[in-house]
């Protein structure tokens, strides 16, 4: 998290510097680099051997300079992720003495101090799910990583840091009654949600494609074509998928990608139809086995059809009482019970049955076929951004756990980094697919406490092996120190 801060902060000194090395002349740190690591280690022995790897001609300078490039920020990166926001400043404006002149190192140790500092500020690492429930309007950021798995998203997310830092929201609660799950529960309305339920303008974002590059749909136009080993492949459009009967569903959402204790897992109140209403429409094939779906951005995915049937599955157009936004899938997705986001194509324009599966477009790049979640269970309270607490004064521990259709039937939280557990008080199940939120009285005595949680689904205890998130999701419990003064 800190790494990708600081990477955000050096793209962002990169790209205000190279703007103004174009529009107004400045002296350029990283050009100024390359001259002097050139010269430094002697022009010809360096640019000899580019000129044989890639002949002669400016493809050899290029080449060395991507290397300076790469170089400043991956340098830049490690030392803004290694130390705080005004030592980095200081190091760089230091560094930068012995090559440019005194106002290119100064300004620009200050501005990089201050991005670091700024999006530190910004990108809180977490959402947490009971911040207090007061203003139903975002007040903090929270960064969305993805971990492991889209570097090239994240690293062109540098450029686009200032508009995900706008953006960007801290999950907030609104205080209210429980949501019931069924089928005939009443719709919400935004803006009076029940506490637990993730707004829109803080749900969780996930995408194979750059934001800016996601499907932008336009509803009159959007078609869904329904196809293959159906009785008559069909054309719908958004007033076709109407005569459904309607469905809603309080369900959480987590991406496979989300790391324990990660930000990457919302909960929310669909509303949409039942696949099997679809499919039963259109008639399904003697020789169907497979769902295959197909959405606007070219992601693919499938599912077998014995689990497309189950009434769990479905397809939805609102969110939280208001049609899908176009980040979140307009105009229609779909959501899947125990499986990972990677399973739910959004912007869906195609379903296709088929005889065989076809991998999707994650599980070719060797994410898992089945996505099937894992029990897991996470702190929001205290923030594992911001641990720190009062000795002597009596708190609340809370957080969420959650395991898909599967109830969390025991949260145990330990204080002492897992020597003893006490339980949690979990709050009543809100639907039969969402997060379950607990609560553990507490009064930290001074010095540091490492805080844990682990959940139970019946006889099911969260695994305590901690695992990375490719291919099968993470595993372990979430921890942190805590320091009460
Ligand atoms: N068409 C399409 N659907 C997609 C994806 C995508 O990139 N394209 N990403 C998937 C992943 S990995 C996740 S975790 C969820 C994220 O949905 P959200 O961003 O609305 O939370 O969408 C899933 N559906
Ligand atoms: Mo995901």
Known sequence: MKFLRAFIA???????????????????????????????????????????????????????????????????????????????????????????????????????????????????????????????????????TDATRRTVTLALAGTGAAVLATRAGRLISVGGAGASASAASTPVTPGSLPAGVTPVSNWYYVSKNLEALDPR???????????????????????DLTRFPAVTSERTLACISNPVGGPLISNGIWEGFRLADLLRDVGIGKEARFVLWEAEDGYTESLPLGDALDPDVLLVTR??????????????????????????????????????????YWVQRDWSRTARLELQSRIDFPEEINPQVKAGQPITVRGMAFFGTRPITRVEVSTDGGKTWGQAKLTPPRSNSAWTLWAFAWTPTAGAAMLMARAYSGSVAQKPAERDALPEGATGYHRFIVNAG
Not at 53 to 79: D, E, M, P, R
Not at 97 to 117: D, M, Q, R, S
Not at 217 to 239: A, H, Y
Request: no cysteine; net charge positive; hydrophobic share 50%.
């Open 10 to 144: 050096v793209a962002l000194l990169s790209v205000l510097g190279f703007i103004g090395l174009e529009v107004l002349g400045w002296v350029n740190p990283v050009v100024s680099l390359f001259g002097r690591i050139t010269q430094a280690l002697g022009v010809p022995v360096i640019f000899q051997a580019l000129h044989q790897i890639f002949g002669l001609g400016s493809t050899g300078k290029s080449v060395a300079f991507a290397g300076v490039l790469v170089g400043w920020l991956g340098g830049l990166t490690l030392l803004g992720g290694l130390v705080r926001p005004w030592q980095a400043g200081a190091v760089v404006a230091l560094a930068l003495l012995a090559f440019t002149p005194l106002e290119v190192a100064l300004g620009n140790g200050a501005v990089f101090g201050l991005l670091l500092w700024g999006l530190e500020r910004l990108l809180a690492p977490r959402a947490s799910t009971l911040s207090e429930p007061l203003a139903p309007v975002p007040t903090a950021a929270v960064a969305r």
């Open 217 to 239: 749909i336009n509803g009159e136009k959007w078609r869904l074509r329904v196809d293959g080993l159906v009785g008559t492949p069909k054309t719908l459009t958004l007033e």
């Open 319 to 360: 969110l939280n009482g208001a049609p899908l936004t176009p980040k979140h899938g307009f105009p229609l997705r779909v959501l899947i019970p125990d499986r990972y986001g990677m399973k739910q194509p959004r912007w869906l324009t195609r379903i296709t049955l088929s005889a065989t599966d076809k991998p999707g």
